[in-house]
């Protein structure tokens, strides 16, 4: 199976700020990389694929980058609602697989 | 607008069974693979199975193969999952999602829409 790593495992950022997180594939992966929203309580939303493409009605100031093995979710400008942990998961291949997920929470 | 609606959780005994339900609305069903993910309480996100648009294909994480069974009634616009033989660490929110793109098969198709999740609880 192939294991994805995310760093950090959490981060405290302020309103505005620039946050990244990094997600790794034990394998490459060629583009086929999701990144996913969750907050307490709630189901998962998809906010890219495909590494890159933010799926329908996602904001810009989400972006994804990253083909192989590495793999980088950017929010540009945190807001108040984009306070949750995010996680990658690989499609390139059965079973998919999740990262563990990056916590990102007010400083 | 895309819905799925999951149902059929509850409190369940080790080693009996229980059948989950995800229906589907405002697409065309037949036409998307769908998934179980499931997270336990506290964890993280584990895929458990997709089937294929016309249920021909299906695949199983390790973890629950042999005793869980994914199927679908296109007819009823609703995913199934059929538990047996459950176990404490089986306990969890269970959600299911579709594939973003028609027709796929084999993977290499991302998820979009997403249900709210029904919960799994294995307990004596």
């Known amino acids: 199976d192939i294991q994805m790593t995310q760093s950090p495992s959490s981060l405290s950022a302020s309103v505005g700020d620039r946050v990244t997180i990094t997600c790794r594939a034990s394998?490459?992966?060629?583009?086929?990389l999701a990144w996913f929203q969750q907050k307490p309580g709630k189901a998962p939303k998809s906010l890219i694929y495909?590494?890159?493409s933010l799926q329908s009605g996602v904001p810009s100031k989400f972006s994804g980058s990253g083909s192989g093995t590495d793999f980088t979710l950017t929010i540009s400008s945190l807001q108040p609602e984009d306070f949750a942990t995010y996680y990658c998961?690989?499609?390139?291949?059965?079973?998919?697989?999740f990262g563990p997920g990056t916590k990102v929470d007010i400083k | 607008q895309v819905q799925l609606v999951e149902s059929g959780g509850g409190v369940v005994q080790p080693g009996r069974s229980l059948r989950l339900s995800c229906a589907a609305s405002?697409?065309?069903?037949?036409?998307?693979?769908v998934h179980w993910v499931r997270q336990a309480p506290g964890k993280g996100l584990e895929w458990v199975a997709v089937?294929?648009?016309?249920?021909?294909?299906?695949y199983y994480a390790d973890s629950v193969k042999g005793r869980f069974t994914i199927s679908r009634d296109n007819s009823k616009d609703t995913l199934y999952l059929q538990m047996n033989s459950l176990r404490a660490e089986d306990t969890a929110v269970f959600f299911c999602?579709?594939?973003?793109?028609?027709?796929?098969?084999?993977?290499?198709?991302?998820?979009?829409?997403w249900g709210q999740g029904t919960l799994v609880t294995v307990s004596s």
């Open positions: 405002g697409f065309t069903f037949s036409s998307y693979g």
């Open positions: 998961q690989q499609y390139n291949t059965y079973p998919f697989t």
């Open positions: 999602a579709k594939d973003r793109e028609r027709y796929c098969t084999g993977g290499s198709c991302p998820f979009d829409f």
């Open positions: 495909a590494a890159s």
């Open positions: 394998q490459g992966i060629g583009n086929y």
């Open positions: 089937i294929s648009y016309d249920g021909r294909n299906k």
